[in-house]
């Protein structure tokens, strides 16, 4: 049963996992748009060793499931490379970050592709360098083509987070399992909250991807 | 007479196994108008692109202000140029497109002061004071703060003419920039371009279906046909009085 002895008991437990989840989010959000844009531009570079390289980064990244990449980063790169990230917080913040910047250079990539040719020739003809026509012309077409879709990946990443109580992170997951484990008949209860409590955070990102699509709308419906 | 400020010395251009210009002479004067007719499909915009550096020739020189465009010298030998090159002659040139290509992120005021700014350096008063001196000369000057999407298909292609003006090309490239316009906004464009045409200094080369206005405007006239210059001469003499039967039967379409 669901009672509100139960909800004020289990409450403050999950609160703890708050900071955790926040934490590993925003970390992840950073390095996930930085990794987007870094790999994006990458596979539109002329250096042909950079595009491949970056390529199997993004196929390997949106091929595999990204629980697989966490327990490899957390479990299997310190033995077999001697590579220690440090923390498990950078293990699940790398994971998630590496996996959703590997979908979201994509859409760096298509939205820069598909900013019309006809941009960058009026862009020559007026003489521009081409860090010009990129950091003037496209780039800014290309971002507000990128925001919906960026903001999207926002809450799949609040998401994602989830993943990281397996690597023994103690975020709103881990304590949620470890209340159910220790009283069973609570797990409605236990698990009711925490979708609620993910679903309060969500709240705020899903205000950032609207903002973002209205942004995106302004000031250049089609030419 | 002055030294042409462009010249084409056999250009030949191909895409893949097409060839669509096949060896172009031509010489363009400081301040002379000249216009480029011919059926579609002809190579009448390749020739103008080439000279934007949009497209590089197969063969063949251009030549702008005494410097080869798409030629130069390294370590005593003729190699390709570079992006460094061509953006030190390409600021000479200037073009207006068919379809505007404004900057749909930029109000009209930006659209024009952008490239004064951060390709001549210019300060960004200066740029501004310019940039409306400009808009208003082409009956703009009320829209300075509006984005290209607010603005009707002869305001803009006005506005692509403004943003070009102002960076002082010595030759503008004009590529059928009426032919994407309803019929009645037409006029409008033509007329900015008589001004500029009127205000002297610089060449313009104006790739055109408007007969009457070649007429008006336009120095010298290229009957462009078949990847050749088969016809040329003064307005009159190639559009009134040629003896040329393909380029009669292409005027026929145009006089119904
Ligand atoms: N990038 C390209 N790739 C392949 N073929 C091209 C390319 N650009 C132009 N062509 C071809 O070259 C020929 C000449 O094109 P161009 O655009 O110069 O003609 P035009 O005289 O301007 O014609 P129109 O009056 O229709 O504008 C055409 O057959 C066209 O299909
Ligand atoms: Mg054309």
Redesign the pocket.
Known sequence: MITISAISEIFPVLMQGIKITVTVLLASIVCGYLFAFIAGFCRLSNNVILRKFTGLYVEVFRGTSLIVQLFWLYYALPILFGIDLGSDFWAGVLAISLNYGAYMSEIVRGSILSVSKGQTEAATALNMSSFQRMRLVIFPQAVRMMLPEFGNYLIQMLKATSLVSLIGMTDILYYGDILRSSNLSQAPTVYLLVLVFYFILALPLIFLTRKMESISKKGVASE | MSEPIVTFQDVHKSFGDVKVLKGIDLEVKPAEKIAIIGPSGSG??TIIRMLMTLEEPTAGDIIVDGNNLWKMEKNGKTVDANDKHLRAIRGDIGMVF?HFNLFPHMTILENCMTAIIHVKGENKEKAKKHSIEMLEKVGLGDKLDNYPSQLSGGQKQRVAMARALVMRPKVMLF??VTSALDPELVGEVLEVIRGIAKDGEMAMIL?THEMDFALDVADKVLFLDEGVIAEQGSASQVIEHSKNERLQSFLKRFRS
Do not use: Y
Request: charged residues 50%; aromatic residues 0%.
């Open positions: 009448k915009t068919q590529d059928e790739v």
